[in-house]
């Protein structure tokens, strides 16, 4: 069965510089959510978009920005990269914003 | 917060025996769900329990949901190697949402 695609699995930035993420949901599945992971912590809920319009918002820095496109993939920007900012980025999806969220295999970003 | 708290943070065991987590839970819910995640590696769905449930089998797996006491536990039975990994409950971000809260999860190493 199709799984959520995350790309890059690996991104290596520098302080100050811009990093993009992508994922890719399950087919048929119409709401995308953004997790991010720092080193030994548990998952952060930063943003999610339901219909390609934004649903809820958690934790996520100003730097940062999202969107949902028409093919219901969605893309996490990243601004003015922070050491901090350093962890596994995941993405998951669901369908209608009511079922159980499939995980992807997520992205890691190491800010140097 | 509607953070869940695990309990324990790190269990050993040996294969074949049975593993017990708990995940405890602050304000009311209405679903409850389980996360597995290997190390540095993205987070697989479960199990989700609904409020009004009281008990849920999936495989090797039953999960209880006591709203009264607001907790919930998951047992893996005949626990093998291949189940080594961090185990997560994760609780609605706000009331009627299904996004989830993280706890910080309980570290299961099943020695072979």
């Not at chain 1, 991104?11 to 599945?29: D, G, M, Q």
């Not at chain 1, 350093?86 to 209608?96: E, G, V």
């Not at chain 2, 006591?66 to 609605?92: E, G, H, N, V």
């Not at chain 2, 989830?100 to 570290?107: E, L, N």
Request: proline share 5%.
């Amino acid at each position: 069965a199709a799984g959520v695609i995350q790309s890059p699995r690996h991104l290596i930035k520098e302080k100050r510089e811009t990093a993009t993420l992508k994922c890719y949901p399950i087919p048929r599945h119409d709401t995308v959510y953004w997790y991010q992971q720092g080193p030994g912590q548990d998952p952060q809920f930063l943003i999610s978009f339901y219909e390609k319009m934004q649903s809820d918002k958690g934790s996520i820095p100003d730097r940062f920005s999202a969107q949902q496109f028409s093919d219901y993939h969605s893309e996490l920007n990243m601004s003015s990269l922070e050491l901090g900012d350093s962890a596994l980025y995941f993405c998951a999806s669901s369908r209608d914003s009511l079922y159980e969220q499939y995980f992807g295999p997520g992205t890691r970003l190491t800010v140097t | 917060s509607q953070q869940g708290e695990e309990d324990p943070q790190a269990l050993s065991i040996q294969e074949g025996e049975n593993a017990t987590m708990n995940c405890s839970y602050k304000t009311s819910i209405n679903n409850l769900q389980w996360y597995r995640q290997n190390s540095g590696r993205g987070l697989v769905h479960l199990i989700l329990i609904r409020s009004n449930e009281r008990e849920k089998h999936s495989g090797r797996l039953r999960v209880t949901l006591d709203t009264s006491k607001k907790s919930s536990s998951l047992l893996i039975t005949a626990s093998r190697a291949a189940d080594t990994a961090s185990y997560f409950c994760a609780t609605p971000t706000s009331g009627g949402s299904y996004i989830p809260t993280f706890g910080r999860g309980t570290s299961l190493i099943v020695h072979p």
